[in-house]
């Protein structure tokens, strides 16, 4: 059984392009979580998601950000107009249930850089 | 709100030396106490939790971590460090909405010295 897959591993975009991060979550989990990293601080929360609904999106900004996770495929984290205060690494989690008794795994994470 | 501080950025410790993480929460209610390792360019692996019960929990790699709620704290201990467990480590709450939502420290990173 694979583990969470994230891609591309290492992302560089001018500011003004957009951004799409995939999330494949490990087989059998319909539960995808995604966080941000920045630099020198810990991960963050941004959005969770189940299949084609989106159920806490709290950690999102606002703009220019968005996500999904539809019927089949990956999930995808959107960045429209990308600053370079977007640079940051974002994870990806899966479970198969939202319980605490079960585990949640990360990907490897997308490293997005900003020019 | 909750939050978690991990007051040490940065520690150094020589192989085979033993090993303390410090970590402190904020939360109303009962906390879900959990440790991650992050090794360099790879995502994060669980390495303890806790949910209740015995305030001693052991993990994987030799690691455990004692909850004590006078002190809202949950350090991490290893009795001999090995090279292999340089990484950065995270301590986080987790928070119950509407799923498994968690809220991280920022981290304390360890090198080993051989």
């Known amino acids: 059984n694979a583990g969470v897959m994230q891609n591309p591993r290492h992302l560089v975009r001018r500011r003004g392009q957009e951004a799409r991060l995939r999330c494949s979550p490990m087989k059998g989990h319909s539960h995808v979580y995604w966080y941000r990293q920045l630099p020198e601080e810990g991960l963050k929360f941004m959005v969770y998601l189940q299949k084609e609904n989106i159920i806490d999106e709290s950690g999102m900004p606002k703009e220019r950000f968005s996500a999904e996770f539809p019927k089949e495929g990956p999930s995808i984290l959107r960045i429209q107009q990308v600053v370079r205060g977007d640079s940051a690494a974002y994870f990806c989690?899966?479970?198969?249930?939202?319980?605490?008794?079960?585990?949640?795994?990360f990907g490897p994470g997308t490293r997005l850089t900003v020019l | 709100a909750q939050s978690v501080t991990q007051p040490d950025i940065h520690i150094t410790v020589s192989e085979g030396a033993s090993l303390e993480l410090r970590c402190n929460y904020s939360?109303?209610?009962?906390?879900?106490l959990f440790w991650y390792v992050q090794s360099p360019g790879q995502g994060l692996q669980l390495l303890l939790k806790y949910f209740s019960g015995d305030t001693l929990v052991q993990g994987i790699k030799g690691f455990e971590a004692e909850f004590k709620r006078s002190q809202s704290s949950f350090n991490l201990r290893k009795p001999s460090v090995h090279w292999s467990d340089a990484a950065e480590y995270f301590c986080a709450v987790g928070v119950h909405n509407y799923g498994q939502n968690f809220v991280f420290g920022p981290g304390t990173r360890l090198s080993v010295l051989p």
């Open positions: 989690a899966s479970s198969p249930l939202a319980s605490w008794d079960n585990e949640q795994f």
């Open positions: 939360y109303g209610a009962t906390p879900y």
